[in-house]
């Protein structure tokens, strides 16, 4: 079954889904689910274009490759499903939020409430193989999500991009200068305290969406 994009995301990338690449990403992707467990669940690879609709996009999250064990992903980066264990770069991305705002850390890693608010969770790749990290890496979805990238960089209303780490940080080039582009270190327990801890990048978002003229982001997670 073809995947379906969100309406409101058709005119800035549907002709994508129109393309060679996707048409062989799409056998692809067939093939594997026909043999193989494939994260997340068809109905939900387009979760964050659901969720945050291209006109209200305000800030966006890149992530490089979904979560590969059962029951993590679900089209949201760093985000996972309520009742999973929350994942170490979430865990550190929490420590942050309390640490610059104050809001203490929730009983769950699902980040759906920011994605409702504007903020696009967005993995470079949107499937994997269960429990093969990068195993539908350069298969397609790059390509997809870089055209994502670019429709939202030649959207007239600006927003704030947030690049975390070394392969988030080479989509900077893709990006019109009439947005914010916030280039950190990733959350990843791996790089988090070489200059993610104390970056206080939720105030620092806040702050330039009010300077943009936009609401700020309620960065709150109440317990589920």
């Known amino acids: 079954m073809p995947m379906t994009l969100p309406e409101s995301w058709r005119d800035a990338v549907g002709d994508e889904l129109e393309k060679p690449y996707f048409a062989a990403l799409e056998a692809f992707l067939a093939e594997e689910r026909a043999h193989d467990k494939v994260f997340p669940p068809e109905d939900e690879v387009f979760t964050a274009l659901k969720l945050t609709p291209f006109d209200d996009v305000k800030v966006v999250i890149l992530g490089q490759d979904p979560y590969h064990d059962d029951g ?101 080039k893709l990006i019109d200068d009439h947005h914010v582009i916030l280039i950190g270190t990733h959350p990843s327990p791996l790089s988090a305290r070489n200059g993610f801890f104390g970056s206080k990048p939720y105030s620092t978002i806040n702050r330039h969406l009010e300077e943009l003229g936009q609401a700020p982001i309620d960065w709150r997670l109440p317990d589920l």
Request: proline share 7%.
């Open 72 to 172: 993590q992903a679900h089209g949201l980066s760093f985000s996972v499903k309520p009742g999973i264990k929350t994942p170490p770069s979430l865990v550190n991305m929490y420590k942050e939020l309390e640490s610059d705002l104050g809001f203490p850390r929730p009983n769950h890693g699902n980040l759906t409430r920011w994605a409702e608010q504007g903020v696009l969770m967005l993995n470079a790749v949107l499937t994997v193989r269960a429990h093969k990290p990068n195993s539908h890496k350069s298969k397609g979805w790059e390509k997809f999500t870089t055209a994502v990238i670019k429709a939202l960089s030649h959207r007239e209303k600006p927003m704030i991009f947030v690049l975390w780490g070394g392969f988030a940080k080479k989509k900077a």
